[in-house]
């Protein structure tokens, strides 16, 4: 404790040498909230609700492991001096782009193999990717990790926000951007716009390809504001990765509008 402020217990349960914490915990309860709603979407789209929890089976471990996998890589000058502590997930060391592109890349296969539409699928858990991301911050938060440069507590005053994240926000003496918030903030915005558009004449595909312009569109801007950042050379890795699945996105858009009409996202048709 430091100048009178206690950071929050980031341990939420303690059961003998096992510790439970509230990271896993907020991220647990993220993807139930993110399946909750990708199964109610489903039954409206006449879309089988079975899928999504078939496809979770195989998603979140391989996400795990791609999430680790990408922030390794780039840390590489670490870890091969440090091999043992490639495994050491609980360490700390995960990245959601890498999360996403294994995620993605699962579906993808699995789509494939059960011969349903991957954008379909896409579409309708686009919404519930995006509002899990939102809510899988609050553990950066109890962490606190995934903050800004330093900051005076009258800067994060002046930003009106409650006292306990701006206790939180308290690290070793300093007081930092909350960086985790404006992600979050971003994400709940995105939310909404994802589940106002689905419901206009958006063509099949497009929902997912909307969510993925508008969370790298964020994050480019909020990167540049992160201490923590993973880089490549003397460029941040999320930030290069955003541009390039900005420009990718909208290129795809074009591209299936005048080559292949795909159907309406309301379309029930297969």
């Not at 909750?36 to 079975?50: I, M, P, Q, T």
């Not at 716009?193 to 390809?209: A, D, P």
């Not at 591209?255 to 379309?267: G, I």
């Amino acid at each position: 404790m430091e100048n009178g402020i206690k950071p929050l217990d980031p341990v939420a349960l303690q059961i003998g040498e096992i510790s439970i914490k509230w990271y896993g915990v907020i991220i647990a309860c993220g993807v139930v909230i993110a399946l909750l709603l990708a199964l109610y979407e489903s039954s409206k789209r006449k879309f089988d609700k079975e899928i999504f929890v078939d496809l979770l089976i195989w998603a979140i471990p391989i996400s795990v492991i791609s999430a680790r996998i990408y922030y390794v890589a780039f840390e590489w000058d670490f870890y091969k001096e440090n091999p043992g502590e490639i495994i050491k997930i609980w360490h700390g060391g995960i990245a959601i782009y890498g999360a996403l592109i294994g995620a993605v890349i699962t579906a993808i296969i699995f789509t494939r193999v059960k011969k349903i539409s991957f954008w379909q699928l896409a579409d309708i858990a686009a919404p519930s990717l995006i509002i899990a991301q939102a809510i899988g911050r609050w553990g950066n938060f109890m962490n606190q990790e995934a903050h800004g440069a330093a900051v005076t507590r009258g800067f994060l005053e002046n930003l009106h926000l409650p006292k306990f994240i701006i206790d939180q926000m308290y690290i070793s003496g300093v007081y930092y951007q909350p960086t985790f918030l404006y992600e979050s903030l971003w994400n709940v915005i995105g939310f909404i716009i994802l589940l106002i558009i689905r419901r206009t004449k958006v063509r099949r595909g497009e929902v997912f390809l909307s969510y993925v312009i508008w969370y790298s569109v964020g994050r480019f801007f909020i990167e540049g504001m992160r201490t923590d950042s993973l880089m490549w050379g003397a460029f941040r890795v999320s930030q290069v990765l955003a541009v390039i699945l900005v420009v990718v996105a909208i290129a795809i858009i074009v591209y299936r509008r005048v080559r292949s009409n795909p159907p309406y996202y309301l379309d029930t048709k297969k």
